[in-house]
């Protein structure tokens, strides 16, 4: 039989176990070996130094020919081609049951291979002979021109590269090395299967009638589709007064006498029944009337009052008009003759509503993506009231659409978390767009310092920071803490356009409005909405008040992390960052993005199925990585026992 360490790994740990000697006990005698080196050598893992074996085994009383070859050249060099050709196939392979006369045999073909001199044929010829001593099914010419070629037995590394170019359509197409191997070994067409990984093109898309069926709804028009209908409105109108009213008698009696005594000079009865209303029509204040977390300003309370109260009719009868015009373009939503993109989003303020529309608008838009004529689900310019039935336009749209947008928001909703899971699960391209803080002209691209290394983000902070803490970071501070002081410290050096500007522009994705409550003192709260509402409204630039600064710069930098979070969990550790395709038992990734342009050219490049990809490896998988946004879009596990269960039930 031929040395292996398989073989080895057996003997020791039997010879070990048989002297009756624990790990702890024999590591004290056998010098030079951690408890690791013994964990992986036992196992047949990995070969620990040639002079640990060599002490290990005259302990033991191993006998030299069972461990000294496997330090010859030709052994090691034998395994380099074992390990590429496992992970080729997806299982061990070994020359252990062989006897030592077949095993050199096989060391002769293998010279014979390596060295890249072969012409095609005969490499093909050599590679199938050396598979016969492995019990290795052999590979087909159609195969082998693919992917191999002779030029891949030019070096170790070589024949490396052509197995990784191999294992990246592998992992898009298989749920395991071993059913790709099989499957694209023997299939009548090598191109066929493959044709899901060409590039397609994008010459069907532009040459499509351009997509004007849709009505543009004005922005400022966006929050009518918000509220039920305007008939709905008007049955509501005495309730709705009443409330209104509540609310602004309560305003007053907030700044006269404080929220404690304005609150006590109702009745429990009356609390509770405008308790009843503000649940009844969606109140956006947190907690009701009866919660001791109740504290919101008299100013909250009076915009919550005009948000909530009765409508006059000219504003229902325009009202009538934009949920008319969105309920046109569901029609043509649901006629289309096709559907590319659908939207996935949660619209619970007026801020998600315009947050959304402006995304959507500005990359349709966008110079690369516009030409292609997509027909795209806006939910923003479409209704229905009909809770049930908007559910199932949703469906139908997302089972249309070839590609998912997931707007990544402050709060998300199980109803958009479970739109990105199904068309992940139907085998369809997730993108996941995550906000950024954006001010060029003081450096701040969040997303790309989010990127950065631990070290890089402290050199900056060492070299731009002007705190003695800056100078000498503590080891303590992680990666997150840098990447927020070094966003603290490009703020510090912004006046008030600045200010202005980062409100105007990021009001909507931050949710600016629904931030106040980090203002402790109410009068600042009242300053701050009154500063907003000139920016946002108004569309002027004045002058953020001086005892407001530190706060918005705070406010910013504590919204724009929160972001930051949920960018990284998403490409890394989010439950819905990886699910199974339901027809393949392949695992299926989401991609994310960080701005419009990076989104256009994603979604451009997932149309012509030209994705920049590259193959990671780590102690638990094998990764298929989007190359521009660190995204990791198909995943096979290494875990041996969870590969062989898949291939076994999962099909069945």
């Not at 209104?244 to 009745?267: Q, V, W």
């Not at 409005?513 to 500063?531: I, S, V």
Request: a negative charge.
């Amino acid at each position: 039989m031929a040395a292996s360490l398989k073989t080895l790994a057996d003997q020791i740990r039997k010879t070990r176990e048989k002297r009756s000697m624990s790990r702890q006990d024999f590591l004290s005698v056998v010098t030079g070996m951690s408890d690791s080196d013994l964990d992986r050598l036992e196992s047949g893992e990995k070969l620990p130094r040639r002079e640990t074996v060599e002490a290990v085994c005259k302990f033991l009383a191993i006998n030299d020919k069972h461990w000294k070859p496997l330090f010859s050249t030709q052994s090691t060099k034998r395994k380099r081609f074992e390990d590429t050709i496992e992970e080729l196939i997806g299982v061990p392979v070994s020359l252990e049951r062989l006897d030592q006369a077949a095993a050199d045999a096989a060391d002769r073909v293998l010279d014979e291979l390596m060295g890249g001199t072969a012409t095609a044929d005969q490499a093909l010829s050599l590679l199938n002979r050396l598979l016969t001593f492995y019990g290795i099914s052999h590979m087909s010419k159609e195969f082998f021109d693919h992917y191999i070629s002779p030029r891949a037995f030019a070096s170790d590394s070589r024949l490396r590269e052509a197995v990784e170019h191999y294992q990246i359509d592998a992992i898009r197409l298989f749920s395991s090395f071993t059913e790709a191997y099989e499957t694209l070994n023997h299939v009548l067409s090598l191109l066929a299967i493959l044709a899901p990984l060409s590039s397609m093109g994008d010459s069907n898309f532009r040459e499509r009638r351009p997509w004007q069926s849709i009505n543009n709804i004005d922005e400022d028009r966006l929050a009518d589709l918000g509220y039920i209908s305007a008939a709905q409105f008007r049955k509501e109108r005495g309730e709705r007064t009443a409330l209104s009213e509540f609310l602004r008698d309560l305003a007053e009696k907030h700044e006269e006498k404080g929220p404690k005594e304005a609150l006590g000079s109702f009745s429990q009865d009356k609390l509770r029944r405008m308790d009843a209303l503000l649940r009844t029509f969606s109140s956006t204040i947190p907690h009701g009337f009866l919660s001791p977390l109740f504290v919101p300003d008299a100013d909250a309370l009076r915009r919550e009052a005009e948000r909530l109260g009765p409508k006059e009719e000219q504003d229902l009868s325009r009202m009538e008009r934009t949920q008319s015009a969105a309920l046109q373009n569901l029609s043509n939503y649901l006629t289309a003759d096709y559907m590319d993109v659908y939207v996935a989003t949660s619209m619970r303020t007026a801020a998600d509503f315009v947050s959304v529309n402006r995304f959507v608008t500005a990359l349709f838009s966008y110079p690369d993506i516009a030409p292609l004529n997509l027909r795209y689900f806006n939910p923003t310019q479409s209704w229905i009231e009909d809770r049930v039935a908007k559910g199932l336009v949703e469906a139908l749209m997302l089972r249309r659409a070839f590609v998912t947008i997931y707007m990544a928001q402050k709060e998300d909703t199980f109803g958009k978390d479970s739109e990105a899971s199904v068309a992940l699960g139907q085998g369809k391209p997730v993108i996941v767009y995550v906000p950024r803080l954006y001010v060029p002209d003081l450096e701040i691209d969040s997303s790309a310092l989010g990127l950065m290394p631990r070290n890089d983000l402290a050199a900056l902070v060492a070299n731009e920071g002007s705190l003695a803490s800056d100078k000498e970071i503590d080891a303590t501070f992680d990666r997150e803490a840098l990447h927020g002081r070094i966003l603290t410290i490009r703020l510090e050096k912004g006046g008030p356009d600045h200010f202005a500007e980062i409100a105007r522009t990021h009001w909507a994705d931050f949710d600016l409005y629904g931030e106040t409550d980090r203002f402790t003192d109410e009068a600042q709260r009242r300053m701050f909405r009154g500063w907003l509402d000139a920016v946002v409204k108004l569309q002027t630039s004045p002058t953020l008040p001086a005892s407001l600064i530190e706060p918005f710069r705070k406010m910013v930098v504590a919204i724009t992390m929160r972001f930051e979070r949920r960018a990284e969990i998403f490409r890394e550790v989010h439950p819905l960052a990886l699910q199974v395709i339901l027809s393949t038992g392949v695992l299926n990734g989401i991609l994310v993005v960080r701005s419009v342009e990076s989104c256009a050219e994603l979604l451009s490049n997932v149309i012509r199925n030209e994705l920049n990809l590259e193959l990671k490896l780590d102690e638990s998988n094998y990764r298929v990585v989007e190359t521009r946004t660190k995204s990791t879009i198909r995943v096979i596990s290494r875990n041996r026992l969870l590969s062989n269960a898949f291939r076994a039930f999962y099909r069945s």
